[in-house]
Protein backbone atom coordinates (compact mmCIF):
# COMPACT_ATOMS: atom_id res chain seq x y z
CA UNK A 1 0.00 0.00 0.00
CA UNK A 2 1.30 3.34 -1.21
CA UNK A 3 -0.38 6.52 0.30
CA UNK A 4 0.08 10.22 -1.16
CA UNK A 5 -0.85 13.30 0.52
CA UNK A 6 -1.68 16.57 -1.65
CA UNK A 7 -3.63 19.35 -0.93
CA UNK A 8 -1.28 21.48 1.45
CA UNK A 9 -0.20 25.08 1.29
CA UNK A 10 -0.21 28.28 2.75
CA UNK A 11 -3.32 29.72 4.01
CA UNK A 12 -4.71 32.59 6.26
CA UNK A 13 -6.58 32.12 9.23
CA UNK A 14 -10.25 31.71 9.12
CA UNK A 15 -9.86 30.05 5.55
CA UNK A 16 -10.65 26.63 4.55
CA UNK A 17 -8.79 23.80 3.29
CA UNK A 18 -9.31 20.39 1.72
CA UNK A 19 -6.30 17.72 1.68
CA UNK A 20 -6.69 14.28 -0.27
CA UNK A 21 -4.43 10.96 0.35
CA UNK A 22 -4.46 8.81 -2.48
CA UNK A 23 -4.24 4.92 -1.68
CA UNK A 24 -2.34 2.72 -4.47
CA UNK A 25 -0.73 -0.89 -4.84
CA UNK A 26 -3.66 -3.15 -3.13
CA UNK A 27 -6.03 -0.42 -1.72
CA UNK A 28 -8.60 -3.06 -1.14
CA UNK A 29 -6.58 -4.46 1.76
CA UNK A 30 -7.45 -1.11 3.65
CA UNK A 31 -9.33 -0.94 6.59
CA UNK A 32 -9.19 1.81 8.74
CA UNK A 33 -7.79 5.14 7.81
CA UNK A 34 -6.87 8.46 9.26
CA UNK A 35 -5.08 11.97 9.11
CA UNK A 36 -2.29 12.70 11.98
CA UNK A 37 -0.32 16.04 12.39
CA UNK A 38 3.12 17.00 13.56
CA UNK A 39 3.24 21.08 14.13
CA UNK A 40 6.51 22.68 14.94
CA UNK A 41 8.25 20.97 17.84
CA UNK A 42 5.26 18.67 18.76
CA UNK A 43 4.75 15.16 18.63
CA UNK A 44 2.62 13.75 16.13
CA UNK A 45 -1.25 13.87 17.06
CA UNK A 46 -4.60 12.19 15.49
CA UNK A 47 -6.61 14.55 13.83
CA UNK A 48 -9.37 12.02 12.83
CA UNK A 49 -10.18 8.47 12.06
CA UNK A 50 -12.81 6.77 9.45
CA UNK A 51 -13.24 3.30 8.94
CA UNK A 52 -13.78 1.59 5.98
CA UNK A 53 -17.64 1.63 6.05
CA UNK A 54 -20.26 4.49 6.31
CA UNK A 55 -20.48 6.34 9.93
CA UNK A 56 -17.80 5.57 11.62
CA UNK A 57 -15.76 9.04 12.07
CA UNK A 58 -13.84 10.00 15.04
CA UNK A 59 -12.15 13.21 15.95
CA UNK A 60 -9.83 14.79 17.69
CA UNK A 61 -11.87 17.20 20.50
CA UNK A 62 -9.42 20.34 19.13
CA UNK A 63 -10.78 19.81 15.90
CA UNK A 64 -14.18 18.18 15.98
CA UNK A 65 -16.06 21.29 15.10
CA UNK A 66 -14.42 22.18 11.83
CA UNK A 67 -12.85 19.65 10.21
CA UNK A 68 -14.61 16.63 8.41
CA UNK A 69 -12.83 13.33 6.97
CA UNK A 70 -14.47 11.27 4.45
CA UNK A 71 -13.67 8.92 1.68
CA UNK A 72 -14.21 7.51 -1.52
CA UNK A 73 -13.70 3.89 -1.70
CA UNK A 74 -14.58 3.82 -5.10
CA UNK A 75 -11.37 6.08 -5.97
CA UNK A 76 -8.92 5.02 -2.89
CA UNK A 77 -8.89 8.07 -1.59
CA UNK A 78 -9.63 9.84 1.51
CA UNK A 79 -10.33 13.55 2.60
CA UNK A 80 -9.73 16.10 5.19
CA UNK A 81 -11.57 19.08 5.19
CA UNK A 82 -10.59 21.82 7.65
CA UNK A 83 -12.72 25.04 7.83
CA UNK A 84 -11.65 28.20 9.96
CA UNK A 85 -7.72 27.57 10.12
CA UNK A 86 -6.12 29.02 12.99
CA UNK A 87 -2.65 29.44 13.05
CA UNK A 88 -2.24 26.41 15.57
CA UNK A 89 -3.44 23.85 12.98
CA UNK A 90 0.04 24.51 11.40
CA UNK A 91 1.83 21.12 10.89
CA UNK A 92 2.62 18.26 8.70
CA UNK A 93 -0.26 16.36 7.96
CA UNK A 94 -0.16 12.43 7.33
CA UNK A 95 -2.50 10.16 5.89
CA UNK A 96 -2.47 6.72 7.36
CA UNK A 97 -4.48 3.73 7.11
CA UNK A 98 -4.44 0.30 8.15
CA UNK A 99 -4.80 -3.06 6.06
CA UNK A 100 -6.47 -6.56 7.45
CA UNK A 101 -3.63 -8.37 8.66
CA UNK A 102 -2.52 -4.64 11.65
CA UNK A 103 0.27 -3.74 8.92
CA UNK A 104 0.16 0.45 9.21
CA UNK A 105 0.86 2.80 6.52
CA UNK A 106 1.82 6.40 6.16
CA UNK A 107 2.16 8.90 3.66
CA UNK A 108 5.07 11.10 3.19
CA UNK A 109 2.93 13.75 4.40
CA UNK A 110 1.71 17.57 3.22
CA UNK A 111 2.78 21.01 4.69
CA UNK A 112 -0.05 23.16 5.78
CA UNK A 113 0.81 26.52 7.35
CA UNK A 114 -1.73 29.03 8.53
CA UNK A 115 0.21 32.48 8.75
CA UNK A 116 -1.47 35.97 7.67
Known amino acids: VHLVESGGGLVQPGTSLTLACAAS????????MGWYRQGPGKQRELVAT????????NYADSVKDRITISRENNRNTLFLQMNSLKPEDTAVYYC??????????WGQGTQVIVSS
Open 96 to 105: HAVVRDGTEY
Open 25 to 32: GSPFRIGA
Open 50 to 57: IARGAGSE
